[in-house]
């Protein structure tokens, strides 16, 4: 039953993301590129809330609050680190895409040692008992 409270926390988190950009795209000042860019421009969003909601319904739940931490994360870095107007490579002057992808995988990796940890940890206590 934990496990549907996180997986559901997560996905709820996820929705509220959604309706944040909803909220801030209204005003151009408020604008969150990276968070836009995620949700609207290439579906990477949903990748992720799909990678971190469906996991700890299996009790991975260590994985699914990487995924989401680091996502959430990386979009708050992409923002605050990614505006980069004398690069203005391919017709963008914000590299806030490049800093979510790059914490995005990097949170997936967390979240396999993570796992993997925990499960050597249980397969530990199980042949001590």
């Not at 469906?54 to 990386?74: K, T």
């Amino acid at each position: 039953m934990i496990n549907v409270g996180i997986s559901v926390g997560i996905g709820l988190s996820y929705y509220f993301l959604y309706r944040l950009d909803e909220h801030l795209s209204a005003d151009p000042l408020t604008e969150s590129y990276t968070l836009h860019w995620t949700i609207h421009n290439v579906p990477l969003m949903d990748f992720s809330s799909g990678l971190a909601t469906c996991p700890p319904l299996w009790g991975h739940y260590r994985f699914g609050l990487s995924v989401f931490v680091g996502s959430f994360l990386a979009v708050l870095c992409g923002d605050l680190f990614g505006e980069n107007p004398a690069g203005a490579e391919f017709g963008h002057g914000h590299d806030g895409w490049q800093i979510w992808c790059w914490m995005f995988l990097f949170s997936i990796i967390v979240g396999i040692i993570l796992e993997r940890r925990h499960s050597k940890k249980k397969r530990k206590a199980e042949g001590n008992l």
